[in-house]
């Protein structure tokens, strides 16, 4: 994987692996203009980066979701072209959080398929503490829908029980703050009729989501750079 500046360094087989679909797949997607063209490298060999994979991570999304080629086109197209693979990723994670609970059964194969890499008994075991998967007779009973986010924390340096409190700190603020905005939304639809509750719910749940998304990412990172730029103890007692 590349960093933001890095130069992108996965062929396109590596690509594939890693989104979960065929080369073909993404031969097509570059054909119709969803995916950006390869940078060339030595001998005209095709390097993709992570603009490319989180790119192909919000079209497969949109695909799930019933979207049409050509829905999936006009979707992109409406998007600012430079956007980095962290903005793509947030914003799949907001089109992600309306589309309905995808909860499956699916084979270790098809486990690492949708992962898009190799699975160990230790990643697994990772991802069932998560709440990511759930062992079953028939294999695991997966939530598709986190899978990618459970599959990214495998590679972050922290410890089991460090994630799993991070967990229980996002679910237990998240759904205060739902619970306050539902009420905040319910007073001012109590006098309407169904169709319109429906519909403002229609509107505001995305528009909910990327504020929640918006803020929490400027909070923690003004947080993060307050720690990141704190003395130390050490240099505090000299």
């Excluded at 390097?47 to 991570?57: K, Q, V």
């Excluded at 086109?73 to 947030?90: G, I, K, T, V």
Aim: glycine letters at 8%.
């Amino acid at each position: 994987m590349t960093t933001e500046t890095e130069q992108p360094t996965l062929t396109i087989d590596e690509l594939a692996a890693r989104a979960g679909v065929t080369v073909r797949t993404v031969r097509f997607y570059g054909t119709k203009g969803l995916l950006p063209p390869p940078v060339l490298g030595p001998r005209r060999v095709g390097h993709y980066g992570r603009e490319h994979l989180a790119r192909l991570a919000l079209i497969e999304e949109l695909r799930q979701q019933g979207m049409t080629l050509a829905g999936i086109e006009r979707h992109l197209r409406q998007l600012p072209p430079d956007l980095s693979a962290h903005d793509l990723a947030l914003h799949r994670a907001v089109v992600a959080s309306w589309a309905p609970d995808a909860v499956g059964t699916v084979t270790r194969e098809e486990l690492e398929r949708r992962a898009g890499r190799p699975l160990g008994e230790e990643d697994v075991e990772r991802l069932v503490a998560m709440g990511v998967v759930r062992p079953v007779e028939d294999g695991y009973e997966a939530d598709l829908g986190l899978l990618r986010l459970g599959v990214g924390l495998l590679d972050v340096p922290l410890s089991q029980e460090a994630i799993s409190a991070a967990r229980t700190v996002l679910v237990e603020h998240t759904r205060a703050a739902a619970r306050e905005l539902s009420q905040l939304f319910r007073g001012e639809v109590a006098e309407r009729d169904a169709r319109d509750v429906r519909s403002l719910s229609a509107h505001m749940h995305p528009l909910v989501v990327q504020a929640l998304l918006t803020a929490f990412q400027r909070s923690l990172k003004e947080e993060l750079g307050e720690w990141l730029t704190a003395p130390s103890e050490g240099s505090a007692a000299d």
